[in-house]
């Protein structure tokens, strides 16, 4: 890793301020103190936290996913008449569901999907004729009818992954002990359609990596029609086996995990298609190499093609190939390629017109493209990215999307032509953080935002981004569980630094109202690492920040180059070089802060978590005596012991030159000097625990003092209503004494 030099950087900063909260505090309840309790007790302060918004398929109603006011882990199914405007809950979680223990594998797709602490209904799926409700709960499968009467649809010892209804209506389908079921609608019996296999073979699931990493979190593909059903065979013999103890309270419990580390083998994934009995199945031709990785896969709206996204081992190329589903059959149609690493994403769509929706970095930036019959159409263009697109309108020619046009600080629906022409149109108000979906028929949007004055919001809006309905308006009133809180509310100040190559770089302060001649104590939360995480963005403000600022920190984060949603030039500079540009630019952020009349330069504390736990051990390998203190947790400290595609994506071969020595935390651990609180979850099968142990056993040998904090039969996610108080507290607690110098 490079030395850092402070004056490489250009520390002026711009500042950029938000508008203060608007609502009526002359009726507000007796305002309290925070508390840790309180912010991870329920209701949670953020308000209403409805998830799995859907339009229904008759666009009668609205169904969303509610947590309860006494426990804001359960979710029930709810309904809200677009007539009316009444709720009511559908699926009570409690009273339909039996309490069952979940099946390890559903487990840790759950923990794949980062709900892992969720409880009741955590998924459902419309029938396409909007009469009924398809609701997994605790480990079976239920029908639930729009008058809330519910048909128990299985009840087995085995466990129901990834259930599915056909798109005409006819199927259900999941696999059950690695074996797809389908169960025709009319019927009761479910059969398995693929093959009884050896143990480490399953059909119909996504592999590990393509849960965690890929955005994919199935392996089956109806037809539209019913047709057909396109399947995954998953072979993870080939996967390493790695012996992960499961320590908890009262013992230890031992796990043989198939888990593909950096350049070792990952599963073999094959594609077949079948009819819905099982008969006439076919292999899809997806080349010779097996070494790839099956990306993503959609049906053409006529069911005579099937697409493949394959992506090749070193993540350079994008293959989009038409499968023809009765013989198997395959062609390239075109490739996306990268120097570096090519992006996946969710944004291919079929048109009834045979031609094709694309995604594509070519520009630099992700922008949407149009292709037919081998002609290209570009439809956005510019120094900023699209994200997601919402919804398309074939009929009218148009295609609605996300993305960051103004400023990388919000996120907005935008609506344009398919045929390239015309203007970009913004559909969502400025100074917030959107996010939308739209029903399969573009017919109308369901829009959620916030901003830092604001807790998420949810309503429904036409196809002009104009709004119709409040879902969940959220109101800062009276009768809001944050309004007790409010006086002490504090909006953040957002700026910009430059980096060592002219990168703009975003940060986000929170200050406590500041006292002339006062110097502070500032408290760093940082994530850094590429594909996620970042935390500089105009959204609601974590009721935790607000309650550290109480505590008299100031709270500062800053988005550094590697960071995502910025282009590929400032994203790529990561490549092979994890821990040196994104360290630089958090050392630019806290020498930014060290020279403002404010912030007292001595006390100064980083927390990450994850990729933001190894950065902060990169942090304080870099710059000895530079920061007073710093907490990491579930960090990576090998990134030999991390997963194929994440970890080769950014990195590569680790086969190939000595990138991975120099990315790790073990080969400088050395020079730890500084304060540190090492935190891990013992069961964690994501960043597993032998990370941690690795740099425990490199720093007792070496006689460095450092403390830690190590949670029994916790997983990545280590949290819980007394746990959560019990982790921040101790990080408080330990942060007080070394940074503050209280307690001593």
Same mark, same amino acid.
């Given at each position: ?322 499968? $023809?589903? =009765? ?10 390629? %990268? &120097?570096?690493? /090519?992006? @996946?994403? +969710? ?92 029903? $399969?028929? =573009? ?10 004055? %604001? &807790?998420?919001? /949810?309503? @429904?809006? +036409? ?282």
């Amino acid at each position: 890793m490079k030395p850092f030099a402070f004056a490489a950087l250009a520390l002026a900063a711009a500042a950029i301020t938000v508008p203060a909260i608007a609502q009526d505090r002359s009726a507000m309840p007796e305002q309290q103190p925070l508390t840790l309790e309180r912010i991870f007790g329920s209701p949670s302060l953020g308000g209403p936290s409805p998830r799995g918004l859907e339009l229904a398929p008759d666009g009668s109603m609205v169904t969303l996913l509610k947590n309860r006011a006494d426990d804001k882990e359960r979710y029930d199914l709810w309904a809200m008449d677009l007539q009316t405007g009444e709720q009511r809950m559908l699926v009570d979680s409690e009273q339909v569901g039996t309490g069952a223990e979940l099946s390890e594998a559903e487990k840790m797709q759950r923990e794949r999907a980062r709900i892992g602490g969720l409880k009741g209904i955590v998924s459902y799926e419309w029938a396409p004729d909007a009469r009924s409700i398809l609701v997994p709960l605790d480990g079976d499968l239920y029908l639930a009818g729009r008058d809330g009467n519910v048909r128990r649809l299985t009840e087995t010892e085995e466990g129901e992954l990834n259930p599915a209804l056909s798109p005409g209506g006819g199927y259900l389908s999941f696999v059950r002990d690695g074996r797809l079921m389908v169960q025709p609608m009319a019927g009761t019996n479910a059969t398995a359609i693929t093959p009884d296999e050896p143990e480490g073979v399953e059909w119909g699931v996504a592999e590990f990596v393509a849960q965690e990493e890929m955005d994919r979190d199935t392996g089956q593909w109806w037809a539209p029609d019913d047709g057909r059903i396109a399947v995954a065979r998953v072979d993870n013999r080939p996967v390493g086996v790695v012996t992960r103890a499961a320590i908890g309270a009262e013992g230890t419990e031992v796990y043989d995990q198939r888990y593909p580390a950096a350049g070792t083998p990952n599963a073999i994934v094959r594609l077949y298609v079948m009819k819905p009995d099982g008969t006439e199945r076919v292999r899809v031709d997806l080349g010779e190499d097996e070494d790839i990785y099956l990306a993503r896969v959609a049906w053409a709206p006529d069911a005579k093609t099937l697409y493949v996204q394959r992506q090749n081992r070193s993540q350079t190329r994008i293959d989009l190939m038409a499968v $023809d589903p =009765a013989t198997g059959t395959s062609n390239v149609l075109f490739s996306e390629e %990268q &120097p570096r690493w /090519t992006n @996946l994403s +969710d944004n291919f769509r079929a048109l009834e017109d045979g031609s094709l929706l694309w995604s594509s970095e070519r520009s630099g930036y992700n922008h949407l493209y149009r292709w037919q019959d081998g002609r290209w159409t570009q439809l956005t263009s510019g120094d900023w990215v699209v994200g997601s697109v919402i919804g398309l309108d074939e009929e009218q020619g148009l295609v609605w999307f996300t993305g960051n046009r103004e400023t990388p600080l919000e996120n907005h629906v935008y609506r344009t032509k398919l045929d390239g022409t015309g203007e970009i149109q913004r559909l969502t108000e400025a100074g917030w953080w959107n996010g939308a979906k739209m029903d $399969d028929e =573009a017919r109308a949007m369901l829009v959620y935002r916030s901003n830092p004055g %604001q &807790p998420p919001q /949810t309503y @429904l809006a +036409d196809t002009d981004g104009r709004r119709t309905f409040w879902i969940s308006e959220n109101a800062l009133d009276a009768d809001h569980p944050y309004a007790p809180y409010l006086a002490s509310h504090r909006m953040p100040e957002f700026g910009t630094l430059k980096a060592a190559d002219g990168s703009t770089l975003y940060y986000k302060l929170i200050s406590p109202a500041r006292e002339p001649g006062r110097k502070y104590p500032v408290f760093v939360q940082h994530y850094g690492g590429p594909g996620a995480g970042r935390q500089v963005t105009r959204t609601w403000t974590d009721p935790l920040q607000e309650y550290l600022v109480d505590q008299g920190w100031i709270v500062f984060s800053i988005d550094g180059r590697g960071s995502p949603d910025r282009g590929k030039a400032f994203e790529d500079q990561i490549y092979r070089a994890m821990g040196t540009v994104e360290v630089e630019d958090q050392l630019a952020g806290a020498q930014w802060l060290k020279s403002q009349p404010f912030v007292d330069p001595n006390r100064i504390a980083i927390y990450g978590w994850s990729y933001g736990g190894y950065m902060t051990q990169k942090l304080l390998e870099a710059a000895p005596g530079f920061y007073a203190a710093g907490v990491s947790g579930a960090p990576v400290t090998r990134w030999e012991l991390y997963d194929t595609h994440y970890t080769e994506r950014y990195m590569g071969d680790p086969a190939e030159g000595d990138a991975y020595r120099r990315a790790g935390t073990l080969a400088r651990s050395e020079n730890i000097a500084d304060p540190m609180l090492l935190i891990h979850g013992m069961a964690d099968d994501n960043v597993v625990f032998e990370n941690s142990t690795a740099l425990i056993a490199k720093l007792q040998a070496g006689g460095q003092p450092f403390e830690m904090q190590l949670y029994p039969g916790q997983t990545h996610r280590v949290g819980g209503p007394k746990i959560s108080v019990q982790l921040w507290k101790t990080i408080l607690n330990f942060l007080d004494r070394e940074v503050k110098g209280e307690g001593e």
